[in-house]
């Protein structure tokens, strides 16, 4: 298709990274945090494992982890503030392992004040890319059925990050014992991991069974790079 405005840069693998028309979507904050140990009581038979929250940029729309420790983000699900993002793990944790959560959204940041580079404007004039930014690079995009555990090897000498979305969520209502499990993912020696873990426990009076609520999960692996 021609242009008469900007120009297409595609990556190895034939991925679009420029179109030169639609705005790319870059880094908006980077988050240091160290995650929480524990478990906290949500009501007197219901225990989760202790959560961390950041209220994240009004621009932001995708939050990337990069954590050692099984993890999971919920943005504005939890509370009231659509902007505020919970960082929930597994049940079974230890420890006050540090998570770097990467905010991308579709408002223009320099992180450089370099007076050379490109930038790019699109037919109507928009800048839509800039040298300066640091721009959403996706490694890969994965959609995956209900399995108990998936890994993907990353490239040694590069920085990644882990977005999760959907999933299945079991209720395992089985009396005193009963508990929840959903997806959590953690990046370790160059690896990312997703896995079906167990996320809270409670207490019920009968016992009957597990229910599913089946859901695809999107698991997307963003690589940092200008920061």
Known sequence: MASENGFVVRGQ???VQIDGENFCMCLQKVNNLSLKAG?????GDVYTSATTSFVKSANSSLVALRCSSWCRAY??????NL???????NYDNSGTPSCIAYEYGNAAYNWSSSK????????SKT???SSNWSVMRVFGVY???HIKSWSLQLPVGRTFAMVLDGGQMDSNIVGYNSYTAVYM??????????????DSIFHSPVNIGTYNYPCQLMVMILEIVGV
């Open 13 to 15: 693998n034939g991925a």
């Open 39 to 43: 478990t906290k009581a949500v009501t």
């Open 75 to 80: 943005v504005g699900d939890q509370t009231k």
């Open 83 to 89: 902007n505020e993002v919970t960082i929930a793990r």
């Open 116 to 123: 050379s580079g490109i930038e790019v404007f699109n037919s």
């Open 127 to 129: 800048k839509v890319f």
């Open 143 to 145: 959609y995956l059925d």
């Open 185 to 198: 993912g953690r990046i370790v020696n160059n690896k990312a991991e997703v896995a079906f873990i167990q």
